[in-house]
Nanobody
Framework: QVQLVESGGGLVQAGKSLRLSCTASGRSNSRYAMAWFRQAPGKERVFVAAIDWTGKHRYYGDSVKGRFTIVRDDAGNTVYLEMGLLKPEDTAAYYC???????????????????WGQGTQVTVNS
């Protein structure tokens, strides 16, 4: 059973930075795309960023381009979301996701992902 564990959320002032981590376990290799989504209360889950299994290809949602960076470690089992110039509208629960298709391409819709973490809350004060 694949498990994803997120960490790094918290309360931060606008303009500051925060780094989220997500570690995958329960499978023998790391050749899978991974992504971050976020969901504010009463709103749909929204794509934030994704990275392919090589770590070379990344894609970002429009609202975070130029401010957020997604990277994965050399082993490929941990992905980070480095968030800069945070804004109050970035406030949400952030979820890590991965799929069940080795060597697959990245995707921006939640239904393309098979496994999800429990979420970590990010709150940005103005």
């Amino acid at each position: 059973q694949v498990q994803l564990v997120e960490s790094g959320g918290g309360l931060v002032q606008a303009g500051k930075s925060l780094r989220l981590s997500c570690t995958a376990s329960g499978r023998s290799n790391s050749r899978y795309a991974m992504a971050w989504f976020r969901q504010a209360p009463g709103k749909e889950r929204v794509f934030v960023a994704a990275i392919d299994w090589t770590g070379k290809h990344r894609y970002y949602g429009d609202s975070v381009k130029g401010r957020f960076t997604i990277v994965r470690d050399d082993a490929g089992n941990t992905v980070y979301l480095e968030m800069g110039l945070l804004k109050p509208e970035d406030t949400a629960a952030y979820y890590c996701a991965t799929d069940n298709s080795p060597f697959g391409v990245i995707a921006t819709i939640p239904t393309r992902y098979d496994y999800w973490g429990q979420g970590t809350q990010v709150t940005v004060n103005s």
